[in-house]
Nanobody
Framework: QVQLVESGGGWVQPGGSLRLSCTAS????????MGWYRQAPGKERELVAT???????NYADSLKGRFTISRDNVKSTVYLQMNSLKPEDTAVYYC?????????WGQGTQVTVSS
């Protein structure tokens, strides 16, 4: 089993940066494909970025160049570096772990971008 705990959300002004972290419990983190998703008020949850167990990354087209996903298998943590943040990036950001039939979500962390 995997449990996920996100951190690093908060309020930031437009143009600012935040780094989200998601730490996984359990011993299978290195086998999991990890991802970040977000859900804005009144909208469906959408993909932000994913990183496979082998380290291959994938991004939502609209976020390429501003967001970077990475993972530290020693710390069982996946990161999302967010730069040049815009008000439309305001959302609850969720961490996801996937491995075969396993699909786990974190509780989410709020990111608010406003002046």
């Amino acid at each position: 089993q995997v449990q996920l705990v996100e951190s690093g959300g908060g309020w930031v002004q437009p143009g600012g940066s935040l780094r989200l972290s998601c730490t996984a419990s359990g011993s299978i983190f290195t086998l999991c494909d990890m991802g970040w998703y977000r859900q804005a008020p009144g909208k469906e949850r959408e993909l932000v970025a994913t990183i496979t167990s082998a380290g291959s990354t994938n991004y939502a087209d609209s976020l390429k160049g501003r967001f970077t996903i990475s993972r530290d298998n020693v710390k069982s943590t996946v990161y999302l570096q967010m730069n040049s943040l815009k008000p439309e990036d305001t959302a609850v950001y969720y961490c996801n772990a996937a491995l075969g039939h396993l699909n786990r979500w974190g509780q989410g962390t709020q990111v608010t971008v406003s002046s």
